[in-house]
């Protein structure tokens, strides 16, 4: 299958990348520059931006039989409503998945009950206020003929990379590992090749209009991450929990707020409808003994 892949440079496009290659598809990147990056996997390059819809004018053509969106948007909605019209209107009739993605963050906190389906209404924090918006004009195209489907994946990690790594790099940083938020924090966590499998199979199964938690584990405690990021950095002192201004300091207050959201998540849905199976190691483990050491 050819498949349209935007945000192929980007973390989790570089292991959607692989997997999709890995099942026999032809990774067809959309990029932004113009110069060719041998060595990444893909079949094909194109150059386009998202902040400039024009640019995909021509994207997808009539051999590209599934597009993936991970590019993420500007968050002026006039220019992301334009980005997906013009990925999915040459997808209209064709019965051909449309994967966008999303996150979890647009749940907003989650409260101390169980954790959360697909079926929970949005209610989404500031950082992604904007999304909301995006998934429902995804969504609308199911009555187009376009097999659009949501994923929302949860904090990734593996890789070495993802948000887990800030934590590494702030323990280092500091000398002392960071959490931010109240000490109960958790999120719902999901390895990046784990991810990327649940990306290929949305392609072959999810049907249209539907949407999809990514998520490995549903609740980790953002404080044994830090204490996990910190034995990474050589730092074995307890975590210290950050006043949400110091982190505003350091982040920004909109990502502030997403690093001490509490959430608990659950990827069960996709199990039993896609048969995803995530088996990576949790991301406790991932960053004590994983690929987040040296
Ligand atoms: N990482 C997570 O924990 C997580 C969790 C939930 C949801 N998500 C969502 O997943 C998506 C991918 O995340 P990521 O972690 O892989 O991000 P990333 O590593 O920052 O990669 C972003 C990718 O998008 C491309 N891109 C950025 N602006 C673009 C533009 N204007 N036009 C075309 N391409 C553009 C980048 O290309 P360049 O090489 O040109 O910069 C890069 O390939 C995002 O929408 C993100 O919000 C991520």
Do not use: C, N
């Amino acid at each position: 299958m050819k498949v349209l892949l935007t945000g192929a440079t980007g973390y989790i496009g570089s292991a959607v990348t692989d997997h999709l290659g890995a099942a026999g598809h032809q990774v067809v990147a959309l990029v932004r520059g113009a110069e060719p990056q041998p060595g990444r996997g893909w079949y094909a390059q194109l150059v386009g931006d998202t902040a400039d819809p024009a640019s995909l004018a021509g994207a997808v053509t009539p051999d590209i039989e599934a597009v993936i969106h991970l590019a993420p948007p500007s968050g002026d909605a006039a220019t992301d409503l334009a980005v997906i019209e013009a990925l999915t209107a040459p997808l209209r009739g064709t019965g051909r998945p449309f994967v966008y993605t999303s996150g979890v963050w647009v749940l907003g906190a989650t409260g101390e009950d169980q954790e959360v389906g697909e079926e929970r209404p949005t209610d989404p924090i500031d950082i992604v206020g904007y999304r909301p918006r995006i998934e429902r004009r995804v969504l609308a195209e199911a009555a187009e003929g376009v097999r659009a489907v949501v994923v929302r994946p949860g904090i990734v990690y593996g890789r070495g990379g993802g948000i887990p790594a800030i934590l590494v790099d702030r323990a280092r940083l500091q000398g002392v590992p960071e959490y931010y938020g109240e000490a109960g924090v958790r999120w719902p966590t999901v390895h990046v090749d784990d991810l990327a499998e649940l990306f290929v199979a949305a392609v072959y199964f999810a049907e249209a209009g539907t949407v999809w938690h990514g998520v490995g584990e549903s609740a980790v405690p953002v404080r044994e991450l830090a204490r996990a990021a910190g034995q990474v950095a050589g730092v074995t002192t307890a975590p210290h929990a950050v006043p949400a201004a110091d982190a505003a300091a350091v982040f920004g207050p909109l990502f502030a707020d997403a690093l001490a959201l509490d959430q608990s998540v659950s990827g069960a849905a996709a199990r039993t409808a896609l048969g995803w199976q995530p088996t990576r190691p949790g991301a406790v483990a991932e960053l004590t003994s994983g690929s987040y050491a040296g």
